[in-house]
């Protein structure tokens, strides 16, 4: 059973930085580009990061350039997102993905919730 | 303001056929596959349809898609009570170099 589990959200004072972690289990994690979503209160998704299969490519929305950084550990299956100096429209469910257009292998976690405010 | 977009609510009786549609441009729809997502209230989306037009194991064939161009359409025959939900469309973007989605469609049951 493929299983994606999200951890570390919280809440946060703006300017500050959180680590969210993402572990996956049920497929080869190391063979596959992942990616950063999230969902702010009442609002549609919104892509935020993906990595590629063995970490050395790293895209980013606008939104997020500069201040996210995606990173994996392929030995404890773990994605990450750490995210410096931090907004109130940060504000979201945040879920690690495995997004698939062609053959119907796409996972996401049940999400985890960062809160920007002071 | 989403890449794609949808409208923002669909309605119908139950055991009535209800479209949602999805609009894009070259750099998106127009030249890569979509997929949809299903989210109910408080949980993640559930992939529904990928590759245009392709059914997960699992989903029931009540739900169907399409692509014509720049756009997509999602049906779901039978309208039954448990398809209140969020849907949404997606696909990969050539400009981006990654997914971008519509901003949602709520589906009501009346």
């Known amino acids: 059973e493929v299983q994606l589990v999200e951890s570390g959200g919280g809440l946060v004072q703006p300017g500050g930085s959180l680590r969210l972690s993402c572990a996956v289990s049920?497929?080869?994690?190391?063979?596959?580009?992942m990616n950063w979503v999230r969902q702010a209160p009442g609002k549609g998704l919104v892509w935020v990061s993906r990595?590629?299969?063995?970490?050395?490519?790293?895209k980013y929305a606008d939104s997020v350039k500069g201040r996210f950084t995606i990173s994996r550990d392929n030995a404890k299956n773990t994605l990450y997102l750490q995210m410096n100096s931090l907004r109130a429209d940060d504000t979201a469910v945040y879920y690690c993905?495995?997004?698939?257009?062609?053959?119907?292998?796409?996972?996401w976690g049940q999400g985890t919730l960062v809160t920007v405010s002071s | 303001q989403s890449v794609l977009t949808q409208p923002p609510s669909v309605s119908g009786t139950p055991g009535q056929r209800v479209t949602i549609s999805c609009s894009g441009s070259?750099?998106?729809?127009?030249?890569?596959?979509v997929n949809w997502y299903q989210q109910l209230p408080g949980t993640a989306p559930k992939l529904l349809i990928y590759?245009?037009?392709q059914r997960p194991s699992g989903v029931p064939d009540r739900f169907s898609g399409s692509k014509s161009g720049s756009s997509a359409s999602l049906a779901i025959s039978g309208l039954q009570s448990e398809d209140e939900a969020d849907y949404y469309c997606?696909?990969?973007?050539?400009?981006?170099?990654?997914?971008?989605f519509g901003g949602g469609t709520k589906s009501t049951v009346l």
């Open positions: 990595i590629n299969s063995d970490g050395t490519t790293r």
């Open positions: 997606a696909a990969w973007d050539d400009s981006l170099n990654g997914p971008v």
């Open positions: 070259s750099s998106n729809i127009g030249s890569n596959t």
């Open positions: 049920g497929f080869t994690f190391s063979n596959y580009w």
């Open positions: 590759s245009n037009s």
């Open positions: 993905a495995r997004i698939d257009f062609w053959s119907g292998s796409d996972y």
